[in-house]
């Protein structure tokens, strides 16, 4: 199975948040990482957080990690149609490999 | 300044033949990983070069598979006798070297279709 879990769709109204969810197995992951993907587009690395913090913030993204249950999620704050992309979580262990989910589908709705 | 560039953008193919993708990374970026992404799926890691060297290829599916770097500049990633079940979008990413806690660096892919 996945060891980067993630629910595949999300759908959200334009000005409300977004909260996409994300779990992973590996307690000695050192970095956590959130993507975005836009059709057509590679990767851009949104944010990511380090495995001894609980909570960083940049702009209209708010990533909170609770380490003791595995769960990493990501907030943004007033969604925008240009938002409408697919999220990947990704932990990197102790060494330089990155083990990504499966996406999240945000659909950001009129 | 430049990011990572992947060629050709589009590649469709018989199965069978043999494919070259190509991945230009960042200018003095020590660290060149491939990834596949099959539809629908997350990335999968392939093989990870620091210099021209290969240290981890674990993540390669077959035989079929090869890579390479010239120094620290572009990498080819070959695939022969090309399977339908090829058919995957191969990201290549950079970053300036592995030990650095954050950003890999992705190309826009090389999507390849095997017919």
């Known amino acids: 199975g996945e060891d980067v879990e993630q629910s595949l769709f999300l759908s959200v109204r334009e000005g409300d948040s977004s909260v996409i969810n994300c779990t992973y197995t590996d307690s000695s992951s050192t970095y956590l990482y959130w993507y975005k993907q836009e059709p057509g587009a590679g990767l851009q690395l949104l944010t990511y957080i380090f495995s001894n913090m609980d909570m960083k913030q940049d702009q209209r993204l708010t990533v909170l990690l609770n380490k003791k249950d595995k769960h990493l999620s990501l907030r943004i704050a007033d969604t925008q149609t240009g938002d409408s992309a697919i999220y990947f979580c990704a932990e990197r262990r102790n060494d330089y490999k990155l083990s990504f989910g499966a996406g999240t589908t945000v659909t950001v709705r009129a | 300044g430049a990011g990572v560039s992947q060629s050709p953008s589009n590649k469709v193919t018989e199965k069978g033949k043999d494919v070259e993708l190509r991945c230009d990374p960042i200018s003095g970026h020590t660290a060149l990983y491939w990834y596949r992404q099959r539809l629908g799926q997350g990335l999968e890691f392939l093989i990870y070069?620091?210099?021209?060297?290969?240290?981890?290829k674990s993540g390669l599916p077959s035989d079929r598979f090869s890579a390479e770097r010239t120094g620290e500049s572009v990498s080819t990633l070959t695939i022969q006798r090309t399977q339908q079940e090829d058919s995957a979008v191969y990201l290549c990413?950079?970053?300036?070297?592995?030990?650095?806690?954050?950003?890999?660096?992705f190309g826009p892919g090389t999507r390849l279709t095997v017919t």
């Open positions: 070069f620091q210099g021209n060297s290969a240290p981890d």
């Open positions: 990413a950079s970053s300036p070297t592995w030990d650095r806690g954050n950003e890999q660096y």
